[in-house]
Structure formats: structure tokens, C-alpha cells
């Protein structure tokens, strides 16, 4: 069988952490494909690490639900069918915009400026990677542990919803703009805005998703 191209930094990090974070990376990223089976004698032979190590890594991401289990199947890579896409995207149009509007209210100058340097350069990155680092940001300044921690970890499971559906690409053809408007509205700490027009971004978004017929 063909490498699956894990790399391990031995960082200072916990080993159990640097196996979750790594193999979460290769999810979100796509080099471990939604469905995908996880075989765990493969993952310790790419990785160089013991089985031990492994499972507690792969009971951590199970409880993110970015892989899940199966009867005879066994572990694999979340991929999310209609009903639960549908369900989860609701979700996420629920918190977004509080999201939004905390960060609005709470964050620093810095973060906000942080936020303005990211959308100045989105004409450079992907869509997908531009959406999904814009999140991050919202959801470091936004100062509701609860509210980032929830959307952080439903984010994710979107992140994967996205690769099954790479077409969904070629209708954000406006979302750097709804980013744009979205920065402004927290510039002027116009929380009331900064949350409407999260609630815009994110109905567009699952409308484009949902129109894709999983």
C-alpha cells in the first residue's frame, strides 16, 4: 500500500497530542479522504508510534467527530450524509453570528487588525482555506470560550463536508467580499451588523452546499 504521507514533528509537545494534531491536519486537509478506513497497524508503522499512543489519538478525534466508528467496518473518516450535513449547517448558522458579534464587542485592536490583514491578502489563498482561517480568527477573539469551542469543533466537520463536495468552490465567487463587509462592521464595532451579515455569509454558504444534492 501506497504511503499516507504523515510526517511526525517530534516537537515538545505531548506525543499524543502530535498524533491527534497531525493526523486532524491530514483530515482537514483531504490527504485522509472522508470515508476512508483507518487501519491502525498502517497509521503506527507510518507514524512510528505504538499502538497505545494511536488509539488514545484516535479516541480523541472520534469524540471531535471528525472519524467515527462502524460495526465490521471499524474506524474511518467522518463523511457526513445529507440529514447530518443538513443538521450541522444549521447549527453553524446559529453560533456564527454570535460568533461574530462577541468578536465585534471583545476583541483587541490587535486581533481586529489581525483580521483586516487576513482579508487584505484573501485575493491570494483558496476559498475554502481563506473562510476557514477567517473562522479561526473570529473564534480566538471572539471571548466566548463556550460559543468558540462548539464552532471550532463543528467547523471541522464542515472543513470535511467541504471535500466531498469541491464544486462548492465555484459559487463563492462573492465570499470574499461578504468577508470584507463583515471586518468592516467589527472595525466600527457595529456588533448588530457584524452578526447579520455573519448570517448572511453563512445561509449563502449552506444554500450552495445544500443546492449540491449530497
Known sequence: MASLGLHLPRETASLRQQVTDTLRESILSGSLRPGQKLIERLLCEELLVSRTILREALQHLQAEGVI???????????????????????????????????????????????????????????????????????????????????????????????????????????????LRGIVSAIEARDAELASRLCATHVETGAANMQHERL
Open 68 to 178: 467515527v466508528s462502524t460495526p465490521r467496518r471499524g474506524l474511518s473518516v467522518a463523511k457526513p450524509d445529507a440529514h447530518e450535513a443538513n443538521q450541522m449547517l444549521r447549527v453553524r448558522q446559529a453560533l456564527t453570528p454570535l460568533v461574530g458579534e462577541e468578536f465585534a464587542r471583545n476583541a483587541s485592536n490587535a486581533q481586529v487588525a489581525r483580521l483586516r490583514a487576513h482579508v487584505d491578502r484573501l485575493g491570494d489563498q483558496n476559498a475554502m482555506s481563506a473562510e476557514n482561517k477567517f473562522y479561526s480568527i473570529l473564534l480566538e477573539g471572539c471571548g466566548n470560550s463556550v460559543a468558540g469551542s462548539m464552532l471550532a469543533l463543528l467547523n471541522n466537520r464542515i472543513i470535511i463536508l467541504q471535500h466531498l463536495i469541491p464544486s462548492v468552490v465555484s459559487h463563492c465567487s462573492d465570499t470574499f467580499d461578504e
